[in-house]
């Protein structure tokens, strides 16, 4: 996230200030998830970019583009529609679990993408989302129905059917990630939270209290999935059962930044449909919403350890409407009593959401002693001469190797954190 003072600019999940308004954009906190528009041929905003150059080039270059073929004729062999969702659903998981096993360099490397990379994953999902839309079988579909397969599509595609911790000896730590956002600037970007979520996907570490399994999400950059619950249906299950979590974003330039405190407002910046969401974070039960949650990350420790190349930092900054005032003010020492949430340590923006959605549901549960919260990570950047969105390549050593810095240390943080005890709020 950008960490500028100006509550417009605190995107969240990535590294550039955009100052930008749409007209009449504004998503009512009910909306329907962007990925369940019902109507047959009508694509999405994110499915539209997929013609474009970069990311035909990404699918290409990654042997991703062979997913959508091979998805478009098993469901022209679809009998009926229960065929049809088991079909969504295996397509949808073998495209996670090719991903994963991509990135943590199982079977061949299909294309010459480097294996780290998240982004044919995001690419390659949206193909399959838009065969599904454009699908009309002969037996038919309802629109329930069509909202369905797309929410499995979804849901499989994104590790979410595939949180598996077998045994009782290892410890057990959830860990997610993002797809990238701001496409509209730049079409190539990548999530290095994304990529985090793809290489420490099932992994074992080793730990000073033992071994530790990792299991891993990506969650979409949209404001109505979070809306619709879509950051608690996929943890409310896993959280009694954990020894750690942490949700992952895309922050600043060259930092890590540990969290200390989540806000309970969204801001309104465009999501990856360009739809925009201003007000308190709808959640269950808003009568007993606070308007602050924190983290039980050991920040103390984080900040310490020698985790890697890029310094980490235990954020407390948040903004504030000061009770009893009318005007956002930003205190570097975290919220005053009783005031109105207007950005946590992680912006406003869905970063901050999802730790505020997370922590929340953490609490809610009845779980002071589990560590959990929201780690940023830097930002993702091209080499020097690759910068320009219109004319750069879509890789280069530089960002290769950012992006593998960032994702061995996410792990490295990991591994300290599972050494140490909750922090108290």
Known sequence: MTHSFSATTRLGLGGVALLLVLAGSTLPATASPAVAAPTPDATTVEEQRLDRTA??????RSGFDSSAPRFERALRDSGGYAQAERTVTRHGSALWRRAVDRAQGRGPATGDLSRGDDRPLYWARLTLSREL????????????????????LETSSRGQDDLRFPGHRAKRVLV???DPFTLDRDVRIGNPSGASALALDGTLIRTAEGPARIETVIFPVRWADFAEGAVERALARQLP???????VSQGRQGRF????????????FPDNEN???????????PGSQPQWTTTTLPYRQLTAADTGRFPVYDNTEVTEIPAGGTQPVTRPDGPTSGSASRAGGGGDYLSNEIAYRATLLRDRLGLPDLPGGHLHTPVLRFGAENTD???GKVTDPDFERNRADIVSQVGELVKTALGTPAARP
């Open 241 to 247: 059962r954990l020894d750690l979590f942490t949700t």
């Open 275 to 285: 739809a925009a969401s201003t007000g308190t974070v709808p959640v269950d039960d």
């Open 133 to 152: 839309r454009s699908w009309e079988p002969r037996f038919g579909l309802s629109d329930a129905q069509r909202r369905a397969l797309h929410t499995a």
């Open 55 to 60: 990311p035909q080039e990404i699918l290409r």
């Open 176 to 178: 997610t990630g993002f």
């Open 389 to 391: 969105p219109q004319t």
């Open 257 to 268: 930044d540990v969290e200390r405190t989540n806000g309970a407002w969204r801001g309104g």
